[in-house]
Each structure stands twice: as C-alpha cells, then as structure tokens.
C-alpha cells in the first residue's frame, strides 16, 4: 500500500516536472541566445492557456479524440510563436543594446500590459480547460489511481528534450542558435543575419511556452493570475539548470517536480520557501548552474561612469524649498504623497548606487525596504518601542539582512547575482507571508503610529525629509570617496583591482550592507507614514517599482531616483483613479521609457 | 494639479431607472451625499465588477425614489484599490482629504481591508468594510471605525461545522491556501470540529501556496491519511486543480466535504459541469432563491440591466447601498459620529432579510447559504440549501470582548 503511494507521488511530480521544463526550456533557449531574461515568459505561457481553453472546445465538440486534443495544443502553441515574433520585432529588437536590467524591466512592462490585455479578451472569470480524451480516467497503479493524463505529460518532457536536442545537434538553425549561446558578437562577426536568428529563437522560445501553457489546461484552469507563479518556477527552473542548457533544465524541473512532491509531506507549509532554497543553496555550490557554463565576462553591461558631481547646492536647496513649500502649502493628501516619494527615493537610490557603482544587479531590493519597515513595526507595535528607536532599528535590521545576504552573493556577478538577489527576496517574502504568528501573514502588521510630536502629515513630512535627504546626500558623497572609487574600480576589472590587493568581496558586502541599510532606513520611515506594513512592500512588484524609478530618473544622473521616484508614483496617483487599465498604461509607459529613454528622463535631460 | 474626472458611467445608466421611477416620488436633488468606494476593481473584476454594478443600481433606485437626508442624492465615487495596501491607503486619504466624502466603504482582500481600517482609525472616520472575510478586522485588530457587512472567515466555517454536528465522520483531512485566510480558516475549524463532533481528529493537514497548487501531490497527501471528512477552503483558480485531481483519484468518494465559499457563483459557474456533486458550502443560488420577494425583484432588474446574473459580489454590493441609506435616514447627517451612532445595531430590511449590525463587534450579521453542490443541466449549482442567518454563528460575546479588550 505505502510502496504505491510513494510511487503516484513520484509520478505526480515527474508529471508537473514535465510541465515546468517546457516553460522553462523556452525561457533557457531566449536566455541563451538573446541574452536577454524574458519575465513575460510566463505571461506567453498565460496565453497559450486561454488559446487553447478557447480553440480545444470547439474542436473537440467537432471529433472528442486524442489527435484533435493534439492539434488544438499544436494550434495554440503556434499563435503564442507567432505573437513572440511580433513582440521580438516591435519591442525587444529594440532594446538588445539597453543594459540588462532594463530589458528585465521592459519585459516586466509586457507582463503588465498581457496582464490587462488578457482580462479585456477573455473576462475575469477563470475558465476551466477540457480534459484531454481518453486521458481522462485514472490508471491503478499498486493501489493507486493515478491520472492517465500525467503519465502523458511525463511522456511529453522527454520527447520535446529530445527533439530540441536533435534541432539543437542536427539542423543549421541549432548550430546557430548553440554558437550565439557561446557567443554571440563572434557569430555577428561571421556574417549571419543576426535579427532573423533573434526573432526565430524568441518564437520557439514563445512556442515551448504556448505549448507549456496549452498543455496544463486539462490540469489547471486558465486565469489571470496564473502568470507571475508560472515565471517565478520557470526562473528558478533555469538558474538551478543553468542558464542557457536546455538538458540543464529538464535535470532542474525533475529535481523541483521530486522536491515538491514529497517535501509537502515533510513542510506542508512551506513548500515556496523550500523551493528557493533549494536554488540558493545550488548557486552557492555552483554558481553558474547544475549544467551552465561560466558566464562570458560582460561586456559593457552598464557603461562605466568616471566621475559622479555632487549635487550642486542649487539643486539641494530646491529639493528642500519643494519640501517645505509641499509641507506648508498644501493638503494631507499631498504630504502623504510627498512622504512616500521621498522613501521611495531613497531606496531607489540605495539600488541605483549598488547597480552604477558595485556593478551589482539586484532585483530583489524591495526586500530591505520591508525588513526595514517590518523591524520597526514589529518593535513598534509588538514590543512597544518608541518610534524614534524604531526607527533607527529598521536600517540596523536591513543592513543585517543585507550583510547576510551580502556574504552569500560576494563571489558571484551578472545574470546569475541578479536572480539570486531575487531568490532570497521570495524568501524573505515568503516568510513574511507565510509566518503569520509573527509577521500577521498578508494581513501584516497595523496600527504602526509616529510619536505624538509627529503624529500630523506636515511634522512627518519634515521629519522624514530630515533623514532621508541627508541620507541620499551622504550615499552621493561616498561615490566620490576612497571606497566608491576602489568599488568601481572592481566593478570595471575585478582582475586588476584584485591584483592591486583590493578586499573585493569584503568591499562588495559592505556596499551591499550600506545599500541595504539605506533602503531599511527608508522602510522605516514608510512604515510610521503608512500606518500598516504588509508582505507586498518586499514582493516583486515593489522591486520592479524601485527598478522602473531608476529606469525613469537614469541611474547615472545625480537627481535620477528623486526624478524617478516623483515620476513614477506620480504617474500611478493620477492614472489608477481614472481608469481599471492603469496596468496596461503603466506597462506601455515603461516600454516606451526604455524604448526611447533608456538612460532615464534625468539622463534624457542632461544630454539635451 | 488639477485631477482629471472619470466620467461616470452611473450618470448615463441612470437614465432607465429614472425611467422607471414610481410617479409619486420625486427624484432627489440638491447636494449629493458622496461615498468613496474603493475595490480591486481590476485585480478582482470577478468579484468586483458585478458588485460594483449592483451598487449602481440601487444608488439609482435611491436617487430616483427621493434620495437621502430630505432629498439629497447619494454618489458613489469607484476608485481602484491596486489590490495592494499601500495603494489602498493612498487611495483612501485621496477621497476623504480631497473629494470629501462621506465616509468610505469596500475593499476585497484581507490585508487591504485591515489597512484601510487602521487609517480610518487615525482619521477618526467611518469605514464599512465590505467583503474581506478576516477575523482580525472585527476581532483582535477592530476599531470604533471599522464596520464589516460579509460574515467573517469564523461565521462561514461554523455554518459549514453545524451542517454536519453530530455526524459519524470523525478523522478529517484540511486543505488551505497557505496565507492568513486559509490559515484562521483552519483553526476556526479545528477549533469548532471538536465541539460540533465528539471525538474528531485532524489526520492530516495541507497548506498548498496560494495561486501555485500542486494538486496532484496535495490529493496523494491528503488521501495517505484515510480521512472519513475533507475541509477545504481552496477557492478560485486553486479550486478546479483540486477538484480534478480528487475526482480522478478518488479522494471524495464515500467522504464527507466541507467547503468553504465553492457555492458562490464567482466559483461554481467555471467549473461547468464538473462540481463535484454532494459537497456541503457556503454560497449564493442566487436564480432559486423566492424570500424575500425583494431579492426576485433585485434579480430581475439586476439581469435586465447588466444581462446576467447577479453574482455574490451583487448580492453584497446591494445589501451595502440599503445599509448606507438606512444608516444616513437613522443618523440624520453625515457627520462621522452620528453615522457610527446610527449603524451600531442597526437593523435594515435587506434583500436577503433583516440584517443587524452588532453593536458589540460591528459585524452585520448578514448570513450566507449553506448547500450542497450538484450539477444539472451542464453547469455546477447548489442544492438542498438553505439560509443561515448570520446571528446564530457570530463570536461568542465574551470573546470579543477579551479580542476587543472592551
């Protein structure tokens, strides 16, 4: 009896292992060639669900039979292709040259506007798919019935690893796609039409998705918000793989298919946490994945910037002159808002100097700016501090954090620390979410009140421009000391700076820490503003937010995260009110940023 | 900054109610008494959108039937909450500091409604929560300003507990989105379960992340245990995954299944024809229901209006806008004491009965229906229901007083 239950779980988990190497084989394939991490991966596989929950009904009212189950999946798998070719000629062909964080973000600008797209298409409502014909029923196995369908799915893994082996081993197309993975300015240097190999590669990228999509409707239905979880597997999936080695993801599903199957039978409730683990501890090990090479070193990621200004006083006086003028001229609301810029501003400047300046790409950022407003509730409201001491704990506990985490991505760099710095954010949000004696789970943590003397928005206002702006100065003065000059010198040649004798990795830690501690500082400050803490503050949406902010200010200008931070939750407080779209707007406004600004409005500013 | 205006879709579908109005009544006029209702209008359009519609309707009605406070109308300013707290109480500061509201209602998720709560409370101003089903937002986190109309996460998993009180199924298997609302549901039921059925015992627990199941192994857990009875309180795009993995594999053959909310048509109606048949839930048969005649007469204009069914998110949305008018006919003005005065322990005849305000909680005690689930005609509907009014599963009082440390 127990050897049959340990066998269907088993067989479970190959079954959904095969369903992740699909999607992530897609998402492996573009990384490889592209070079480019695709976030609305996820979303493409969101669509080949509702293709098919849309196209298999018809067709199977027509003929109930396997073959046309087959050619509905087939069909839906092809129009999610031929939708990546488009959006690769529209958008991406655009934007090979923009760093790499910012191609993350206009992906993340495509993930919002299918999130809508898809909503105005096919409703609200999640619409169940089909089950396939004759794969309905369950099959005895030693006791055990086990869905016919899962042994199919199992069965479709290793045919499409196999068949993309022998594309990848056997046809020209494969040849090219396995020499641009290697790499890609030396087959640009031998003639071949490199825009056709993009586009081709991103629509059978987009095809596995679609057909990873397609195929996990008899499983789960089609809905709106089936994009993010897909995605977040898909990453984890590709980086324990390796990035660019499709039997590196197939290895990778089949492990995170095992590990889910059985650890609920160990941690029924923490099986999100258990999975990021799991990454972490394999980057750790091996940094560039269970079967990816060694990254090529980056050529020109972010353009190195020799000298940074210090803020003019000019400028300075009339950031604060705004300040007062907002605090004393207008209302509550405004004060609020402008409250909540200036933290955002901060954080977005604490990540701005580790991206210019560590060369450290962190897409996980928003995790210090919870820790530190999750500190200072916490000490608040549970232990009864007084706000001024709980506020300071939020950047102490932040840094904390960042130190952690610091020592554990030291040694590591590129696409690789980027997703790492985005495991441990899920972690620490899944604890956030997930531990709810302590943190309250998704309902957080209310009732966070400033002191008496700082109760009002105007005192706030003040109070939080009085840490916060010297906070942003002083990151601005460490740029131009001894250890912002040696920490670009590493960014720029780790070889060199480590020949010269420099601590890099020490060095790497402590700007991590400071930017860490910065951001908890800010997390802090936003908790006694808000009133509530809760685990969206570290999810991935608020470090897109940090990002886009960047994005929209330019990383290199001086006043670019106080720009962007404006900007951004500028554009959000005007446009949410006014319509149910405000996503979709909100994607095209990031596409369009990174499309005809890419070194952000401030840049944009400064070079006209 | 001058803030752009949506154009409001209630000005223009007004026009038929107006129409419609009985020829005594005079429409109201003069100053609008105006109401800031935020919700995740986008995020949660299935819920949302048809609760927001139904708001429309019986602001209209009201208006075209004389209004409020001697003939003034009310508006409803809709506002998206981004589903997230901190937008929420952006959101919420913007409508009372600058588009001068009333007081504000809705929210759908807990941790929103939770947040906004809380603001209400430093700006000393009223907010009736409309759907966030947690415990904490009348309990150990409850403010004088926070009022709730749906039945909490205990309500709801004591109605499904008394269905089966004193039944022989007494090893039982639970199964819950893990996050605050799964988790409080899994405790209101282990607490409860051991009360209704002498001896019962919990054999095995599973809490999949929510919006990620892994069904497949959650059902092999789950039937490892040989549970006699499964609580489930999976919803929405985790629900059908689960209900086809248990079907094929057998998990609610010969069981007894608790679930929590399946019978609300935003989550019968996509699983078509495959509810599994005999399942005990909470939920809205909103075409069979006859009592109160209001509520036959609430269905026939809501689906000659929006050409479909009202779905709970209707139900609520109306029952919300007969409680406000009440509540502003019993307070007399909008001022914010006179309103919190004038709901505590208010009774109003709504379409799905009297409902009360508790004074002690500021819970409604508006109920929900209990049924089993069933499949005719090709589409999921329920069965052999009944309503359970609210009032007889509320937190005992002497609870809440110690949670509210009254």
Redesign the interface.
């Known amino acids: 009896m127990e050897w049959g239950?340990w066998l269907?779980?088993a067989l479970?988990?190959l079954?959904?292992a095969s369903a992740l190497f699909l999607t992530a084989a897609g998402l492996t394939l573009v990384f490889g060639v592209c070079r480019v991490v695709n976030f609305a991966h996820g979303s493409l596989a969101m669509i080949g669900a509702y293709v098919a929950v849309t196209v298999l009904p018809p067709l199977l009212a027509w003929s109930p039979s396997l073959p046309m189950f087959l050619l509905g999946v087939l069909v839906s798998a092809l129009v999610v292709a031929a939708l990546g070719a488009v959006v690769e000629v529209l958008i991406l062909r655009r934007i090979y040259r923009v760093p790499e964080l910012f191609q993350l973000l206009a992906t993340f600008g495509l993930v919002l506007v299918i999130q809508?797209g898809v909503?105005q298409l096919w409703?609200?409502?999640?619409?169940?798919g089909p089950?396939a014909p004759g794969l309905?029923?369950?099959v005895p196995i030693l006791g055990?019935?086990?869905?016919a369908y899962?042994l199919f799915l199992i069965a479709v893994g290793p045919i499409v690893l196999g068949l993309l082996t022998l594309l990848l081993r056997a046809k020209r197309f494969g040849l090219l796609i396995r020499a641009a993975t290697r790499d890609r300015e030396m087959v640009a240097a031998l003639g071949v039409n490199q825009a056709l190999l993009f586009t081709g590669v991103f629509a059978l990228g987009a095809f596995l998705a679609g057909l990873g999509g397609a195929l996990q409707v008899?499983?789960?239905?089609a809905?709106g918000?089936?994009d993010?979880?897909i995605i977040a597997?898909a990453f984890v999936v590709t980086v324990i793989g390796g990035m660019g080695s499709v039997p590196g993801a197939f290895l990778a599903a089949v492990l995170i298919g095992l590990l889910?199957?059985?650890g609920?039978?160990a941690f029924?409730?923490i099986?999100?946490v258990l999975v990021f683990l799991v990454m972490a501890a394999v980057l750790m090990l091996r940094p560039q994945g269970l079967l990816g090479r060694p990254e090529p070193p980056a050529r020109g990621a972010i353009e190195g910037l020799t000298v940074i200004p210090p803020a003019s006083p000019l400028l300075r006086a009339g950031v604060v002159f705004a300040i007062l003028a907002i605090a004393v001229l207008t209302?509550?609301?405004?004060r609020?808002?402008a409250t909540?810029m200036l933290v955002l501003a901060l954080a977005a400047a604490s990540l701005g100097f580790l991206i210019a300046n560590a060369g450290i790409v962190s897409f996980g950022h928003a995790a210090f700016l919870g820790a530190g407003a999750y500190a200072a509730a916490l000490l608040a409201v549970r232990a009864g501090w007084p706000m001024e001491a709980a506020l300071l704990a939020g950047p102490v506990a932040a840094g904390a954090l960042a130190l952690l985490f610091g020592a554990a991505l030291a040694r590591m760099s590129g696409i690789y620390l980027a997703m790492l710095t985005l495991a441990f954010a899920q972690i620490t949000h899944a604890v956030a979410?997930?531990w709810?004696e302590v943190t309250?789970?998704?309902?957080?943590i209310?009732?966070v009140?400033p002191a008496s003397w700082a109760a009002d928005r105007l005192s706030y206002l003040l109070l939080a421009a009085a840490l916060i702006l010297p906070a942003i100065w002083a990151l601005r003065r460490v740029l131009s000391a001894p250890f912002g000059v040696l920490l670009r010198a590493a960014r720029d040649s780790e070889p060199r700076a480590l020949a010269l004798g420099l601590p890099v990795a020490a060095m790497r830690v402590a700007a991590f820490a400071l930017a860490g501690a910065l951001a908890g500082l800010g997390g802090a400050v936003f908790a006694f503003s808000?009133?509530?803490v809760?685990?969206?503050?570290l999810a991935i949406?608020q470090s897109v937010d940090l990002l886009a902010m960047l994005l929209l200010g330019g990383v290199q200008a001086v006043a670019g995260p106080l720009v962007g931070a404006v900007a951004l939750h500028g554009l959000?407080?005007?446009v949410?009110?006014?319509?149910?779209?405000?996503?979709l707007l909100l994607g095209v406004a990031i596409l369009l940023l990174v499309v005809v600004f890419p070194r952000g409005l401030a840049g944009a500013w400064r070079r006209s | 900054?001058t803030?752009?205006r949506?154009p409001r879709r209630a000005t223009l579908l007004a026009l038929p109610a107006l129409a419609l109005r009985p020829a005594s009544a005079q429409p109201a006029r003069g100053e609008p008494v105006r109401i800031g209702e935020l919700n995740s209008?986008?995020r949660?359009?299935?819920f949302a959108?048809p609760y927001r519609n139904a708001m429309q309707m019986a602001q209209d009605e009201i208006n075209a039937a004389g209004g409020v406070l001697g003939g003034r109308p009310i508006e409803f300013l809709f506002?998206?909450d981004?589903a997230?707290?901190?937008?929420a109480?952006?959101?919420a500061?913007?409508l009372l500091?600058?588009e001068n509201v009333a007081f504000i209602a809705g929210t759908f998720?807990?941790?929103v409604g939770?947040?906004v709560?809380?603001?209400a409370?430093?700006r000393q101003r009223l907010f009736l929560a409309t759907e966030p089903l947690?415990d904490?937002l009348t309990m150990h986190?409850g403010n004088p300003y926070t009022f709730r109309v749906r039945p909490g996460t205990f309500m709801q998993t004591r109605m499904l507990v008394e269905a089966v009180r004193g039944r022989p199924v007494r090893r039982w298997a639970i199964v819950a989105p893990?996050?605050?609302?799964g988790?409080?549901a899994a405790a209101a039921f282990k607490r409860l379960i051991v009360e209704a059925i002498p001896g019962a015992e919990i054999v095995a627990?599973?809490?999949?992340?929510l919006?990620?199941?892994?069904?497949?192994?959650?059902v092999?857990?789950l039937?490892?245990a040989r549970p006699e009875g499964v609580f489930n309180v999976l919803f929405?795009?985790d629900l059908?995954?689960f209900v086809?993995?248990g079907q094929?594999?057998?998990l609610f053959e010969g069981r007894t299944v608790l679930s929590l909310l399946t019978g609300e048509p935003?989550y019968l109606?996509?699983?078509?024809a495959?509810a599994p048949t005999g399942w005990i839930v909470t939920g809205y048969p909103a075409e069979q229901i006859t009592t109160p005649a209001a509520h036959r007469a609430f269905f026939d204009a809501y689906r000659a209006r929006f050409n479909d069914t009202p779905r709970l998110g209707s139900l609520l949305g109306y029952v919300t806008v007969q409680m406000v008018k009440a509540m502003l006919d019993r307070a007399g003005s909008t001022d914010t004491e006179a309103m919190i005065a004038a709901l505590r322990g208010l009774t109003t005849d709504t379409i799905a009965g009297p409902v009360t305000m508790r004074a002690l909680d500021q819970q409604s005690t508006l109920g929900a229906w209990v049924g089993e689930t069933a499949v005719e005609g090709g589409r999921s509907v329920m069965r052999n229901w009944r309503y359970e009014d609210g009032a007889r599963h509320m937190f005992p009082e002497a609870e809440v007083r110690a949670a509210r440390r009254l």
């Open positions: 239950f269907a779980q479970s988990g079954a959904g809508d909503l409703g609200p409502e999640d619409i169940a089950r309905g029923h369950g055990e019935r086990v869905p899962d008899p499983r789960i239905p809905s918000g089936m993010l979880p597997e889910q199957a059985f609920i039978l029924p409730k099986t999100l209302d509550d609301y405004l609020k808002v909540e979410f997930q709810v309250g789970g998704d309902n957080g209310v009732g009140r808000r009133g509530s809760d685990p969206t503050l949406p959000k407080d005007i949410m009110p006014l319509t149910d779209l405000w996503r | 900054m803030r752009l949506l209008y986008a949660m359009a299935a959108v506002r998206d981004g997230a707290p901190s937008d109480a952006r959101v500061e913007d500091t600058r998720l807990s941790n939770l947040a709560a809380d603001l409370a430093r947690s904490a986190q893990n996050y605050e609302y988790q409080s627990e599973q809490y999949p992340a919006g990620r199941p892994d069904a497949g192994p959650t092999g857990a039937s490892r929405g795009a059908i995954p086809r993995e094929i594999r057998g935003e109606l996509p699983l078509g495959e």
